[in-house]
């Protein structure tokens, strides 16, 4: 980490000034094969919601559940459990679709961080209700993935049109481009995006 930070720095002015400002981003250590279930179920429960509405539902499937989230525990559960605890009908559906494949072995995370960044995303979007957003994600918080890019995520975009000072937020496509000279470290990159958008109205 230490040397990924060093290297971005010397790369680009901007990110000296925000590694200043908000320090390294947190060690990622990839999440157990045997917890990876429960870490995606909560990647989809985020879906398109504020972080605190997310936290408040996925507390209480986890409590559904006896904080045991499993896909048997899944594939257990009524819909009307699922649907008590705040999910909508797509999530759990999504949900209930992973654990039916895990459960199936068609879709395997157990040997999943095997696969490259690519691969992983083709595997799990086989699943209903998995984009390349939810895979991207998965790949950044539960296997550590170092170079992963979320151009389709709005605060990364702004974070990134913020702190470069562009006129415009930046296009998923445009991103991409923008992105390149940050390999291998664009994971990192992303988390200080975050940051930027966090921030405060008029900090520096």
């Given at each position: 980490?230490?040397?990924a930070?060093?290297?971005?720095?010397s790369l680009?002015?901007?990110l000296?000034?925000l590694?200043?400002?908000?320090?390294?981003?947190?060690?990622?250590?990839?999440?157990?094969?045997?917890?990876?279930?429960?870490?995606?179920a909560?990647?989809?429960?985020?879906?398109?919601?504020?972080?605190?509405?997310a936290?408040t539902?996925?507390?209480?499937?986890?409590?559904?559940l006896?904080?045991?989230?499993?896909?048997?525990?899944v594939?257990?559960?009524?819909?009307?459990?699922?649907?008590?605890?705040?999910?909508?009908?797509?999530?759990?559906?999504?949900?209930?679709?992973?654990?039916?494949?895990?459960?199936?072995?068609?879709?395997?995370l157990?040997?999943i961080g095997?696969l490259?960044?690519?691969?992983?995303v083709?595997?799990?979007t086989?699943?209903?209700?998995?984009?390349?957003?939810?895979?991207?994600?998965?790949?950044?918080g539960?296997?550590?993935?170092?170079?992963?890019w979320p151009?389709?995520?709005?605060?990364?975009?702004?974070?990134?049109?913020?702190?470069w000072?562009?006129?415009?937020?930046?296009t998923?496509?445009?991103?991409?481009e923008?992105?390149v000279?940050?390999?291998?470290?664009?994971?990192l990159?992303?988390?200080?995006?975050?940051?930027?958008?966090?921030?405060?109205?008029?900090?520096?």
């Amino acid at each position: 980490m230490r040397q990924a930070i060093a290297h971005l720095s010397s790369l680009d002015p901007v990110l000296a000034d925000l590694v200043d400002r908000h320090g390294p981003p947190p060690v990622r250590r990839p999440v157990r094969a045997d917890r990876r279930f429960e870490s995606l179920a909560e990647i989809i429960v985020y879906q398109q919601l504020a972080g605190r509405a997310a936290a408040t539902i996925h507390g209480r499937f986890v409590r559904a559940l006896d904080g045991v989230v499993t896909p048997e525990a899944v594939l257990s559960s009524s819909d009307q459990l699922l649907a008590s605890c705040g999910l909508s009908r797509a999530k759990a559906a999504s949900i209930r679709d992973l654990a039916d494949q895990v459960a199936g072995r068609r879709i395997s995370l157990e040997r999943i961080g095997r696969l490259s960044d690519e691969e992983v995303v083709d595997h799990l979007t086989q699943v209903r209700g998995i984009g390349p957003w939810t895979a991207q994600m998965f790949l950044l918080g539960t296997l550590g993935r170092l170079d992963v890019w979320p151009t389709g995520d709005y605060g990364v975009r702004a974070g990134f049109g913020r702190a470069w000072d562009l006129e415009e937020t930046p296009t998923a496509k445009e991103l991409v481009e923008l992105g390149v000279p940050f390999r291998p470290y664009r994971s990192l990159v992303a988390w200080y995006c975050w940051r930027v958008v966090d921030e405060r109205p008029g900090a520096a």
